[in-house]
T-cell receptor, first 112, second 115 residues
Framework: DGGITQSPKYLFRKEGQNVTLSCEQN?????MYWYRQDPGQGLRLIYY???????QKGDIAEGYSVSREKKESFPLTVTSAQKNPTAFYLC???????????FGPGTRLTVT | DQQVKQNSPSLSVQEGRISILNCDYT??????FLWYKKYPAEGPTFLIS?????DKNEDGRFTVFLNKSAKHLSLHIVPSQPGDSAVYFC??????????????FGKGTLLTVNP
């Protein structure tokens, strides 16, 4: 069963703590992406990776970091420098950059 | 500056009727357009796409129309079903020139189909 998994579904953290969101895909896709969705907003691109060991900043990368050591994994770390970390985070992948992106179920992060 | 705009935050239609969701864009370089459907607390699901070389693409109950001169696209759902109730996102990308990594999303339109 091919797809994208994100874990956990809900995540709670105290302010000042770093937290890492998991994203795994078994679709053999080269490109992976991280988006953030806030109420009443579209999806905003945080980071993307077109191939293993390479990634680029999206529109709102400040306060976030990523790694792409394996083709199937693209974890996102929300650091304490991110001023408004509470949001719904979505991971996506595509066979190549520019093709249709397929999304995971999302992780809702709440920081208090 | 929003490059992809969905000016209707919500739309309500009766079951069996046509739903028309609209999307406007400002960047004339966009050449590939997509529609996604999203239920609350879930990831978006890809619905249908259209390349700028076409003006219509159809897939079952879903049809997307593209008017390049007006920089406007629309998604038609016929007939509408209660299960179509969701937020619909329009997205656009540059699919040429090597800078095709990015989808630019609109803010979404909440469609409610009433039984």
């Amino acid at each position: 069963d091919g797809g994208i998994t994100q874990s956990p579904k809900y995540l709670f953290r105290k302010e000042g703590q770093n937290v890492t969101l998991s994203c795994e895909q078994n679709l053999n896709h080269d490109a992976m992406y991280w988006y953030r969705q806030d109420p009443g907003q579209g999806l905003r691109l945080i980071y993307y990776s077109q191939i293993v060991n390479d990634f680029q900043k999206g529109d709102i990368a400040e306060g976030y970091s990523v790694s792409r050591e394996k083709k199937e994994s693209f974890p996102l770390t929300v650091t304490s420098a991110q001023k408004n970390p509470t949001a719904f985070y979505l991971c996506a992948s595509s066979i190549l950059a520019g093709y249709e992106q397929y999304f995971g179920p999302g992780t809702r992060l709440t920081v208090t | 500056d929003q490059q992809v705009k969905q000016n209707s935050p919500s739309l309500s239609v009766q079951e069996g009727r046509i739903s028309i969701l609209n999307c406007d864009y400002t960047n004339s370089m966009f050449d590939y357009f997509l529609w996604y459907k999203k239920y609350p607390a879930e990831g978006p699901t890809f619905l249908i796409s259209i390349s700028s070389i076409k003006d219509k693409n159809e897939d079952g109950r879903f049809t997307v129309f593209l008017n390049k001169s007006a920089k406007h696209l629309s998604l038609h759902i016929v007939p509408s079903q209660p299960g179509d109730s969701a937020v619909y996102f329009c997205a656009a990308s540059l699919n040429s020139g090597g800078s095709n990594y990015k989808l630019t999303f609109g803010k979404g339109t909440l469609l409610t189909v009433n039984p």
